[in-house]
């Protein structure tokens, strides 16, 4: 409810909105009962429309894991006001953009909302939290919970090839190995 007002109360947001990935420990089934409940959506972002590559992934040592999704100026200003820099100088998607645009449109749908989703004529509390990710705080008859909001692209197993072939390879053993037939993975 929270994200389709927000797709309605921030056009940056709607533009660049594509889906929900329901993760994390509770949809994955390995949620331990004793902790409070908590539940993680990644808030997948459309693919840039314009031409984008992975870069310079695994080339910081500080941050191995971590990637530049490199792309050309956009003909929407959604896109353009997410780009940076990169280290290198080039255009970039950045994820602290990302961050803001969520966060901004989540606040306004809550605002909208009055913090109220009404569920099965029973009203629930909806708060957010300041941090990262959004974490959306929810209260209601007998139920208290989060909800963590996390920006992501979901990508093709292809770019791994592109952005560093030795993490594609070992991805294709694995899934190879473990029969698992996926074509795509998260960019978070």
């Not at 749908?109 to 990262?132: C, D, H, I, P, Y």
């Not at 959004?134 to 909800?147: A, D, M, R, S």
């Amino acid at each position: 409810t929270v994200l389709k007002i927000a797709q309605v109360k921030s056009e940056n947001f709607k533009e660049l909105f594509r889906e929900i990935y329901y993760g994390g420990s509770y949809y994955d089934r390995l949620k331990v009962k004793s902790t409070d409940f908590e539940f993680d959506l990644n808030i997948v972002f459309q693919n840039p429309k314009t031409s984008w590559v992975l870069r310079n992934l695994g080339d910081d040592v500080r941050k191995p894991n971590f990637a530049n999704l490199a792309c050309q100026q956009a003909a929407s200003k959604a896109w353009n006001e997410l780009m940076i820099k990169d280290r290198q100088g080039n255009l970039a998607i950045s994820p602290k953009k990302m961050f803001s645009v969520l966060q901004t449109a989540v606040d306004r749908a809550l605002q909208e909302m009055e913090n109220k989703v009404v569920v099965n004529n029973e009203t629930f509390q909806v708060t957010r939290s300041t941090g990262a990710p959004v974490i959306l705080n929810v209260n209601g008859p007998g139920v208290k919970f989060t909800v963590d909001l996390v920006p992501a692209f979901k990508l093709d197993l292809s770019h791994l090839k592109i952005a560093c072939v030795d993490l594609k390879t070992r991805v294709d053993n694995i899934l190879r190995d473990f029969k698992i037939e996926t074509k795509t993975f998260m960019a978070i």
